[in-house]
């Protein structure tokens, strides 16, 4: 009997919009085996905000003991993640230490001594995932403060909730890694991948959802023969193949590709039944459902030529990335920028004295012939920028907008669905930071929508202060008339 | 029918009040930085353009003409240019506010529009009749909104980009308005008589 | 007998247009300008008199005058700016809008006598206090006007700028000569 698959048949003419095809430099680190034995450093910073929504509360104080494992600030809020203890040790401190931001600005921190002993809070017993209710499944996630590891940092047990409310028919990991230099999830694939196959099948058993999809770039052969290899006999996981190309990992790219319905403008992935997580955040659901590990560690790509012996590493949350880099025969000297992420999308570092964060999928030191900084020359109207757009915006006229001040007219250009995936910045030939144009046009709405809102408050609090005097005045009248009324009575 | 319609693409177009005649210059590039402004100058013309071109043919045959006063023809036109101006002026300013803030002294400077008087004097020279009259007022007016909108869109978008500074704002819009005045030349091929 | 006919046709329609015109002013007659009410509308309101213009009403009217640039008003700021230029087809250099580093108004706990002068001229009643108790000021409400600093007695009032914190940085303009901005 044959089945027709018309998913696989939309899948082969698809076309995927927009999209360029960077260089991938993934062969200084692809083919080396995760590092598992990185020395635990002699401090590790812990910040209350490694996640999207309400920064986590600490629990513990200063001085405290705690083991490895061991609960140091819980989520608070609906939209929130809990902080871990990476290993056994002393709290050092709680107070403000340089975020991992390009700003370089202080954020609340958990300053943890090791005391060498890497003791667990407990000996994690080992449960069957498969016996626990989808709402034990989500308080598990939880409680192990697990966060889409993709980059994002969106906390994974809302994601899952969400999911259950709304009807998921497909879950689509991303095994994509679209971006330059990163390995991390190549390399956990390659090595991690009965794990990973196993938080699959715990996920939707979690999300009570038929099939999931593991879409895995056509770069990555040992990974996908791997994933293949530990996930055929499962008969509600398919593992396929997708273009490689940037931005690939793109949710709506892969919605798009894999199941042929368009999420919409300002929609989300679960208005149209998908929902995707990353490989990483996978093998993390696994470790927590099976064996009640939080996450307190995770693998991250070390590169760029300035280091001598770049590496994917399995490193505790909080190790300093200056310490990555020095493991990794690091030279500063000829390091130019420092990026935290992949090149396209990620964050220019001033420092590297800062943590690793659970978003941190990758830190690269690069010379100056690898960023070939140029200085920016007039636009010359090619539209390199509108075919390059996976969006299928107008980069060029956002740009000319948002240049003259015009963030209206650059919104009505679509300015709020870009994905600041630097596609158009990468192919502009008058080298144009146009991304940067975008990211300072949306902080400045967001600037004035909060003006606009004070504008609305004084109004109103200025209207409230004139009735107040109002009645006042009104009040004094009235006993100034009683006052009267008494003395001619008398 | 079709003798009508010629006639009004031939005044809207191919005769272009401002591209052609080089008459309204002054409106033309005063008024047309915003798109809003030039469309409500071209209508508020449009409206002045053609009651003028009635009233002015009526003055001509049922006075001027009859008791053979022709000399103070341009005067009496321009005392009936002046009251309809100020008709104008009173209903936008009673509608749309906005409008005539935005228009300001513009507004009542169509009375000095060289397109009005000369549409109307126009009228005369060539002996139209009276609806040829009307029509060809109301298509006159036609081309001069019609010109004013393309080129206060090609002003808008000239805002934004990096024009050398000596040729910033007004020259760089002089030079457009002289290559949308080639452009219009194409027109000339198309017969409308 | 030409003369005549010319004089009496011209004094003749001078005196119908002047008529029609008079009819058409009564009928068409616009009481107050509403576009002042409505420039009013989209400013604070809290009459604290930075534009130089004593209130908000006066501002309005003096926008719709021509006789104030769209810039004036710094608590509304770039955004206002914008919506007034775009509302009344104003020219506007934003460059030259300086933007001032937000301030907030606090009060020195120390030197505070609990006079009471400060809260009674806040515009919108961010400083809270009572007769020889120590005031503070409410930062969400306070618009930096600096009316409180001027009436302080004790100068224990100041303007201090708001920190840039992780949560209110934003991203700086690109600043390209060369690329014509």
Not at chain 1, 264 to 284: E, I, K, W
Not at chain 2, 116 to 129: M, S
Not at chain 2, 136 to 143: V, W
Not at chain 3, 159 to 165: R, S
Request: include cysteine; hydrophobic fraction near 45%.
């Amino acid at each position: 009997m044959v089945v027709l698959d018309i998913n696989a048949l939309w899948r082969r003419r698809s076309k995927i919009r927009g999209g360029v095809h960077p260089e991938p430099r993934k062969e200084s680190t692809a083919d080396k085996p995760i590092v598992t034995d990185f020395p635990m450093p002699e401090r590790l910073y812990l910040p209350l905000q490694q996640h999207l929504g309400q920064p986590a509360e600490p629990v513990v104080r200063v001085g405290g003991k705690v083991s490895k494992g061991q609960l140091l600030a819980a989520s608070r809020g609906a939209v929130s993640a809990s902080v871990h203890a990476s290993t056994s040790g002393t709290v050092a401190a709680i107070e403000d230490y340089p975020a991992p931001h390009p700003s370089g600005l202080p954020t609340p921190t958990i300053v943890l001594e090791p005391d060498g002993e890497d003791r667990w809070i407990e000996e994690g017993e080992e449960i069957d995932p498969f016996g626990l209710t989808p709402e034990e499944i989500c308080a598990r996630v939880d409680r192990a403060g697990i966060v889409g590891l993709g980059g994002a940092a969106f906390p994974s047990a809302m994601k899952l909730n969400l999911g259950w409310r709304t009807r998921i028919h497909t879950l689509i990991i991303n095994g994509g890694e679209c971006e330059p230099y990163l390995t991390c999830d190549d390399r956990l694939m390659r090595e991690r991948a009965a794990e990973i196959v196993e938080g699959v099948r715990i996920m939707l058993h979690g999300l009570q959802c038929p099939t999931a999809l593991i879409a895995i770039e056509d770069n990555k052969p040992e990974a996908y023969a791997a994933m293949l290899d530990a996930a055929k006999k499962h008969g509600r996981i398919e593992v396929v193949q997708v273009p490689s190309l940037y931005p690939m990992g793109w949710e709506k790219n892969l919605v798009t590709h894999l199941t042929g319905k368009e999420v919409p403008a300002g929609g989300r992935p679960t208005d149209v039944g998908v929902l995707l997580h990353n490989v990483a955040t996978a093998y993390a659901v696994q470790r927590a459902v099976r064996y009640e590990r939080p996450l307190i560690s995770r693998v991250v790509t070390v590169s760029g030529e300035a280091v001598e012996s770049p590496r994917n590493i399995e490193a505790p949350l909080g190790t300093l990335l200056s310490e990555l880099l020095a493991f990794c025969g690091h030279k500063p000297e000829r390091t130019a920028r420092y990026v935290m992420g992949g090149p396209m999308m990620g964050d220019h570092l001033p420092h590297v004295q800062v943590p690793l964060v659970k978003r941190t999928s990758g830190i690269l030191a690069l010379t100056p012939e690898e960023i070939q900084a140029a200085d920016a020359r007039p636009c010359i109207r090619c539209g390199s920028c509108v075919s390059a757009c996976p969006v299928g915006l107008l980069p060029l006229e956002m740009m000319t907008r948002i240049r003259a001040g015009q963030l209206d007219a650059a919104v009505g250009f679509g300015l709020r669905d870009c994905i600041s995936c630097s596609s158009c910045s990468y192919v502009c030939p008058s080298r144009i930071p146009l991304v940067h144009y975008f990211k300072y046009a949306s902080g400045e709405l967001m600037a004035r929508q909060q003006a606009q809102q004070k504008t609305e408050q004084t109004n109103r609090l200025a209207e409230e202060k004139r009735r107040r005097l109002e009645r006042a005045k009104q009040a004094a009248a009235q006993r100034k008339a009683q006052v009267a009324a008494k003395e001619t009575a008398s | 029918m079709r003798d009508y319609l010629m006639l009004l693409l031939g005044t809207a177009l191919v005769n272009n009040v401002v591209l052609v005649k080089f008459l309204g210059l002054c409106p033309f590039m005063g008024v047309s930085k915003k798109l809003d402004s030039a469309l409500g100058m071209g209508l508020a013309t449009t409206f002045v353009l053609t009651l003028t071109a009635v009233a002015s043919w009526l003055l001509e045959h049922y006075l001027l003409a009859p008791l053979d006063i022709g000399f103070l023809r341009i005067l009496s036109f321009i005392l009936v240019i002046a009251a309809v101006v100020q008709f104008t002026e009173m209903v936008v300013r009673k509608t749309s506010p906005v409008l005539y803030q935005v228009l300001g002294i513009f507004l009542p400077l169509i009375t000095t529009n060289c397109a009005v008087l000369g549409v109307a004097l126009l009228n005369i020279q060539q002996e139209y009749d009276f609806l040829h009259s009307a029509l060809f007022g109301f298509g006159s007016a036609l081309g001069f909104t019609l010109v004013m909108v393309i080129f206060a869109g090609i002003r808008e978008r000239l805002a934004l980009m990096s024009v050398p500074e000596a040729f910033a704002g007004v020259p760089i819009a002089f030079i457009s308005a002289g290559i949308l005045s080639l452009a219009f030349m194409g027109f000339a091929g198309l017969n409308t008589h | 007998m030409y003369i005549l006919f010319a004089v009496l046709s011209l004094t003749a329609l001078g005196l119908a247009l002047g008529f029609m015109l008079g009819a058409a002013a009564r009928y068409f007659k616009v009481e107050d300008n509403p576009l002042v009410d409505e420039i009013e509308r989209m400013m604070p309101g809290s009459q604290c008199g930075q534009c130089g213009y004593p209130g908000c009403r006066p501002a309005a009217e003096a926008l719709v005058a021509g006789q104030a640039s769209a810039t004036l008003c710094p608590p509304g700021g770039k955004a206002l700016a914008e919506q007034l230029a775009s509302k009344l087809a104003l020219e506007i250099d934003l460059a030259g809008v300086k933007e001032q580093v937000p301030m907030v108004a606090r009060v020195s706990e120390a030197t505070c006598i609990g006079c009471t002068r400060c809260f009674k001229v806040c515009p919108t009643d961010a400083i809270v206090g009572a007769p020889k108790q120590i005031h503070a000021v409410v930062a969400d409400a306070c618009i930096a006007c600096g009316k409180c600093v001027e009436v302080c007695p004790t100068e224990c009032l100041g303007m201090h700028p708001i920190k840039t914190t992780l949560r209110n940085w934003r991203w700086a303009k690109p600043d390209l000569a060369a690329a014509g901005a």
